[in-house]
């Protein structure tokens, strides 16, 4: 059998992992898993994937990297079956993929360095993630990510350049820029270009490229370059997703996040502004170490008023090493019943937003032959077969609460 490649957690793993199919292609019947460490539960679907290769395909290697494997390379090492264990450095190495590369755990902790990996393939995939950034500065109380990651290291403009050229060349109609904390962007190289000039030089040197997205940004670290784009440029998506974590003032300061509640509703209202009929979404975390009822009450009340369609929520998860570890805990039933709340808050508000589309026309970026995603990245439904992995018109006809219905026009 050839290789199998597991990816858990976030955009960024799964740019690496083709970085690393195209590295491990010589190799024969291997089961690669790909872990995240930022909740407890992306560890244990990871780890359950592994007995479960362990047991489908007795005797095949399986060979462990990522996130999870940085911080506790022992730990992963002792799970039935692996054969091999990963850091996040070595793992984009092609001599770590060589048939002849044995050593059980390779040197965890050594390598920091950002080397550009030219990516022209994404797997069953109709839009291309490209890796603009890796690691992070900051230490949110909550995060352990920083220590699977390392420091802020940028990809030099040229490098993103070429890589969106060679995606474009392949046929790609949709690019990702993606990191770990793409608004840190530059900081480290010479110049200190910001992300938004990065962006904007991108699309003035890659006009072949009809529709760029970019990951989750920092409400209080958008630049001028940024709102510029989604105020002039109709190749940059009318649609931006925060990492805003919580909607109360103390508990993004316990959380030691670089916004307030008032920053985030200056972003949002800024970007709705600019670009009329943008879609937000955002990154939360319900039941944070000390949070009590009246102060989960203002994030679910700050989603509710800013009308926020497109939601990722977890239930707070120990990372253990992180300050908000030692926190007082709010049960595990309570948090769990916090998220659910944002989510119906969120299925409400996302209802509304597709109920808008009604009539209109959208740009459908085909993933199957009867579906995609629009430009606002709202889930489409189309009403006859398509060709898949293309760019088209189309008219909603309809909206459920999940996804708009539409025909081709």
């Given at each position: 059998m050839s290789v199998e490649i597991l990816t858990f957690g976030c955009r960024l793993n799964t740019y690496e992992s083709e970085v690393i199919r195209g590295h491990a292609a010589a190799l024969a019947d291997t089961v690669i898993v790909n872990t995240c460490a930022v909740t407890a539960e992306a560890e244990r679907q990871a780890r359950q994937a592994i007995r479960r290769a362990a047991r489908e395909r007795p005797g095949a290697p399986i060979v462990v990297t990522g996130c999870a494997t940085q911080i506790d390379p022992t730990a992963w090492a002792s799970l039935p079956g692996v054969t091999r264990v990963l850091g996040n450095a070595d793992k984009l190495r092609r001599e770590s993929w060589m048939p002849d590369a044995t050593s059980a755990v390779?040197?965890?902790?050594?390598?920091?360095?950002?080397?550009?990996h030219l990516v022209t393939e994404f797997a069953?995939?109709?839009?291309?993630?490209?890796?603009?950034?890796?690691?992070?500065?900051?230490?949110?109380t909550f995060c352990i990510i920083p220590f699977g990651r390392g420091p802020n290291r940028s990809v030099p403009m040229g490098a993103v350049v070429a890589q969106v050229r060679a995606l474009i060349e392949a046929g790609y109609q949709e690019v990702v820029?993606?990191?770990?904390?793409?608004?840190?962007?530059?900081?480290?190289l010479p110049g200190a270009p910001r992300l938004g000039?990065?962006?904007?030089?991108?699309l003035a040197l890659v006009p072949d490229l009809p529709r760029l997205r970019l990951s989750s940004?920092?409400?209080?670290?958008?630049d001028d370059d940024i709102w510029r784009l989604l105020a002039d440029e109709p190749r940059f998506m009318p649609h931006l997703h925060l990492s805003l974590?919580?909607?109360?003032?103390?508990?993004?300061?316990?959380?030691k996040r670089r916004h307030l509640r008032g920053d985030a509703a200056a972003a949002i209202e800024r970007a709705r502004r600019l670009r009329p009929g943008i879609a937000i979404g955002a990154d939360l975390i319900a039941g944070f170490p000390t949070e009590t009822e009246v102060l989960s009450r203002e994030t679910s009340d700050f989603v509710a008023d800013m009308e926020l369609p497109f939601l990722h929520v977890f239930p707070y998860s120990e990372r253990p090493g992180t300050p908000a570890a030692r926190m007082p805990k709010v049960p595990v039933a309570r948090r769990r019943e916090r998220a659910a709340h944002l989510r119906e808050i969120g299925r409400r508000n996302a209802q509304?937003?597709?109920?808008?589309?009604?009539?209109?026309?959208?740009?459908?970026?085909?993933?199957s032959s009867d579906s995609g995603h629009s430009e606002h990245f709202a889930p489409v439904r189309l009403a006859a077969p398509v060709v898949p992995a293309c760019l088209l018109r189309a008219?909603?006809?309809?909206?459920?609460?999940?996804?708009?219905?539409?025909?081709?026009?």
């Open positions: 390779s040197d965890i902790m050594t390598a920091r360095e950002t080397a550009p069953g995939r109709a839009r291309a993630f490209v890796q603009v950034q890796q690691g992070c500065d900051h230490r949110c820029l993606t990191g770990v904390d793409i608004a840190s962007y530059g900081a480290d000039q990065m962006v904007r030089r991108l940004l920092d409400p209080a670290a958008i974590q919580s909607g109360s003032d103390l508990v993004l300061k316990r959380m509304r937003f597709l109920a808008a589309q009604l009539g209109r026309t959208v740009h459908v970026l085909t993933e008219r909603v006809v309809g909206a459920t609460g999940t996804h708009l219905l539409a025909e081709a026009a």
